[in-house]
C-alpha cells in the first residue's frame, strides 16, 4: 500500500528516541606545514549507518541505531527500519511500545500485515502515551484499509482521529487516508456512520456533500461553505483544496465524435459484428454525433493514419489483448481518452487509458465471497481440463486461501464419459459402493444397503459450460447420499444458455448461477432494447448477445468512467451488470444472481458480505473476548 511522507512519525513519536548523530572520520596530518584542511564529516543514509552499528559497541552503537532508524523512516526504507528496532530491542533502555510501533509500521509497509497485527494486538495494555493510542489505533485501520475492508478501517481511523485532535498529536497520513476509505462507502454506510464525535460527524458530512454534488461546481461550494461554518478548524479543513474540489468538480469526458476499433477482418469479424450492432444500438440514445470504426487488425501505421485524418473525443476499442498492446505505442492513442475493450497485461499505460472485459474472475471472486458469507467450509469445483478451466480454479484457490485454511476439492474432467467418474470419485461413492460389496459378501441372504458420499463438502460450484452443466448436474443429483443434506449447487455464467434455455432447461432445478442482467432479461431496459434486439437478431449465439451489451455499456460509461475512477464507491447499472472502476483504471463488474425454479428462472438476492483475511480472524477473536 501507498505511504505518503511519513517524516511525522519521528516527532510524533519521538519522546523517548535519542538524537541523530553523524559520526566524523580521525582528522588526518597536513600534507603541507601551516596548511589548513577542511574536514568533510561522514554522511550515511539509513542502510549505511544500520552497518555501521553492527560493527560497534555500547552507546556508540546504539547512538548509530537510532539515527539509521530515524533515516529509514525519511528515506522510507521499511527493511532498513524493520532490522534497526529489532537490533534496538536488544536494550533494555530503549522505549518498547515505540520502537514495537516502528516494527509493526515497517511491516505494514511491507504489506506483512499478519505480523504487524500480532505486534499491535501485544500492545494493547500498554499504549499509556496517547501518541502511541494515536498511532496504534492509525495502524490498525491501516491494516484493514490494504484489505478492502474500508468500514472497519474507519472505527480505527475515527479513534485515532480524536486523539489526535484532542490531544494535538500529529498523526502523518490519517486525514488522506480516511478521506480515501470514505469514498469507498455508499451513501447508506454513511448514513450509519453519521454519530459519534465531532470529528467523525464532520467526516461524514463531507463525504456526504461529495456523493451529492459530484460534478455541480457551485452547489458543492454552498454545501462546503455550510460546512466549514459548522464544523470550525475540523482536521479536514487543510484537504478540502486538494481533496474535496478536485474530486466532487470532475468534468465527465465530452464526446461528440468517437473512434471505434474493432475486429473487421480475419478470425474475429464475427465477434466486431456483435460488437458493431451495440455500439449502433447505444449511439442512437447517446448525444454522440459521429462515430468511425476502424479495424484493428490493420498495421500501427495504417490505425494511427486513419485515427490522424480527424481529431476524436474518445476512442473504444481493441478488443484483442494482442492489439491493445499493438496499437499501445500510438501517440494518438496515448493522448486521447480511451476505453479497450479487453485487459492488458503491461502495468504502464497513461491515467485517462481504461479497460473493460467480460472478466470470468469476476463472478468466481463474487462466488467466492457469497460462499465466505455463508460459512461455507469445503467447497468442490469442477470445470474442464483446459487452460481457461485451470486458470479459473488456480484463481479461486489463491484467494480463498486468503480466508480459510481448508483447501477446496478439486474435479476436473476431460470429457462427458470422464464426468461421473470425476463425481464419484471426488464424492467418494465408489469406496462406499466397494465397502456394501464386502459386507454383502459375508451374508448369504439379501443385505439392504444404500451408498453413502463424503459429508464435509458443503458448497458445489461448476464451471462449466451450458452443456457441460447439464451434464454434470444429474450425477451430482443421484452421488449425493439420501442421509446427507442436499448441497448447494452454483454456477458461473458459463452455464447459461439464453438460446439452450428456451428449449432445454435440463434438470437444473435449484442450481445458483451469476449472469449478466441483460441475459436474464433485467437491464436497464427504458430503451425497450431487449424487444428490439430479439427482432432483429432471433437466432445470435449467446457471446454475441454478451458483446452487443458490452458495445452498448463502452458508449454509455464514457461520461461516467472519470467520476467512477476517482469515487470507489460509485457505481453504474448496465446491461453487462453493476460496473465500478478499480486500481488500474480496470472496469469490475458485479453479476446478478438467478435460481433455476420450478423450471422458470427467479432473480435472487444472496449475501456477499466481505469477508475477513484468515491472519485477521483470530485478532477479531481476541477483541470479542475482550468485550465479553
Known amino acids: 500500500m501507498r505511504l505518503k511522507v511519513i517524516c511525522l512519525v519521528i516527532t510524533v513519536l519521538s519522546g523517548l528516541s535519542a538524537c541523530s548523530t553523524t559520526e566524523k572520520s580521525p582528522a588526518r596530518p597536513p ?3 601551516n596548511q589548513p584542511q577542511t574536514q568533510v564529516p561522514e554522511v550515511l543514509n539509513a542502510q549505511g549507518l544500520l552497518n555501521k552499528a553492527r560493527s560497534k559497541k555500547g552507546a556508540s552503537r546504539i547512538q548509530l541505531l537510532y539515527s539509521a532508524r530515524e533515516n529509514a523512516i525519511k528515506e522510507q526504507n521499511w527493511p532498513v527500519l524493520e532490522q534497526a528496532c529489532l537490533a534496538l530491542e536488544k536494550n533494555e533502555t530503549v522505549d518498547y511500545v515505540q520502537n ?6 515497517a511491516r505494514t509497509e511491507q504489506n506483512n500485515y499478519s505480523t504487524a497485527l500480532n505486534i499491535l494486538k501485544t500492545l494493547n495494555e500498554r499504549l499509556s502515551l496517547s501518541e502511541h493510542q494515536a498511532w496504534h489505533q492509525y495502524l490498525m485501520g491501516r491494516i484493514y484499509a490494504s484489505q478492502g475492508m474500508p468500514k472497519k478501517a474507519l472505527t480505527y481511523y475515527f479513534k485515532a482521529a480524536d486523539i489526535s ?4 498529536v500529529e498523526v502523518a497520513s490519517l486525514n488522506d487516508e480516511i478521506w480515501q476509505a470514505l469514498q469507498q462507502l455508499s451513501s447508506y454506510a454513511l448514513e450509519r456512520f453519521d454519530k459519534g464525535s465531532v470529528i467523525q460527524r464532520g467526516w461524514i458530512k463531507l463525504a456526504k456533500y461529495q456523493q451529492i454534488y ?6 458543492l461550494h454552498q454545501a462546503l461553505n455550510n460546512w466549514q461554518r459548522r464544523f470550525v478548524n475540523h482536521p479536514a479543513t487543510y484537504i478540502l483544496p486538494k481533496k474535496v474540489q478536485n474530486t466532487v468538480s470532475l468534468a465527465p469526458y465530452e464526446a461528440n465524435k468517437i473512434a471505434v476499433l474493432l475486429p473487421q477482418s480475419g478470425n474475429s469479424k464475427r465477434l466486431g459484428s456483435a460488437l458493431k450492432n451495440g455500439f449502433l444500438a447505444a449511439v442512437d440514445h447517446s448525444d454522440l454525433n459521429e462515430v468511425i470504426f476502424i479495424d484493428e487488425q490493420l498495421s500501427v501505421e495504417d490505425i494511427e493514419r486513419q485515427l490522424s485524418t480527424q481529431t476524436f473525443d474518445f476512442i473504444i476499442g481493441p478488443l484483442l489483448k494482442d ?3 499493438k496499437v499501445a505505442v500510438s501517440s494518438v492513442i496515448q493522448s486521447t481518452p480511451t476505453l479497450h ?11 485517462q487509458q481504461y479497460f473493460f472485459a467480460l472478466n470470468p474472475e469476476h463472478e468466481v471472486d463474487q462466488a467466492m465471497v457469497h460462499f465466505l458469507s455463508q460459512q461455507y467450509q469445503k467447497p468442490m469445483l469442477l470445470a474442464p481440463d483446459t487452460l481457461s478451466g485451470l486458470r479459473l480454479v488456480n484463481h479461486f484457490n489463491q484467494e480463498w486461501q486468503k480466508y480459510s485454511l481448508i483447501e477446496p476439492e478439486v474435479g476436473l474432467y476431460t470429457d462427458s464419459k470422464d464426468m461421473a467418474k470425476v463425481v464419484a470419485n471426488l464424492l467418494e461413492v465408489d469406496a462406499s459402493k466397494s465397502r456394501i ?6 451374508f448369504r441372504k439379501e443385505v439392504e444397503s444404500e451408498t453413502r458420499s463424503r459429508m464435509d463438502i458443503d458448497v458445489i460450484y461448476i464451471l462449466g459450460d451450458a452443456i457441460e452443466t447439464r451434464l454434470l448436474k444429474p450425477y451430482l443429483d443421484v452421488n449425493v447420499s439420501t442421509f446427507a443434506k442436499r448441497i448447494p449447487l452454483y454456477a458461473s455464467s458459463r452455464s447459461y444458455s439464453k438460446r439452450m434455455d428456451l428449449t432445454d432447461k435440463g434438470d437444473l432445478e435449484g442450481l445458483y448461477f451469476t449472469e449478466q442482467p441483460w441475459m436474464l432479461n433485467k437491464s436497464i431496459d427504458k430503451f425497450n432494447l431487449r424487444a428490439q434486439y430479439d427482432a432483429l437478431w432471433p437466432e445470435q449465439a449467446d457471446i454475441e448477445q454478451r458483446l452487443f451489451a458490452m458495445a452498448f455499456d463502452a458508449v454509455q460509461l464514457i461520461p461516467e468512467l472519470k467520476q467512477l475512477a476517482k469515487v470507489p464507491g460509485k457505481t453504474f447499472s448496465g446491461l453487462t451488470g453493476h460496473l465500478s472502476v478499480k486500481d488500474g483504471n480496470v472496469v469490475e463488474r458485479r453479476l446478478e444472481w438467478a435460481q433455476y425454479q420450478k423450471k422458470q428462472i427467479k432473480l435472487v438476492q444472496l449475501n456477499e458480505q466481505k469477508p475477513t483475511p484468515l491472519f485477521m480472524q483470530n485478532h477479531n477473536r481476541f477483541q470479542e473476548s475482550l468485550r465479553d
Not at 514495537?100 to 509500521?105: C, D, G, N, R, V
Not at 485532535?165 to 494535538?168: A, G
Not at 460389496?437 to 459375508?442: C, F, Q, R
Open 31 to 33: 600534507a603541507v606545514q
Open 100 to 105: 514495537k510501533l516502528y516494527i509493526a509500521l
Open 165 to 168: 485532535f484532542n490531544d494535538k
Open 214 to 219: 459530484i460534478g455541480s461546481g457551485i452547489q
Open 323 to 325: 492489439n491493445i498492446e
Open 341 to 351: 475493450l479487453n485487459n492488458s497485461d503491461s502495468p504502464a499505460y497513461a491515467q
Open 437 to 442: 460389496k464386502a459386507v454383502k459378501s459375508l
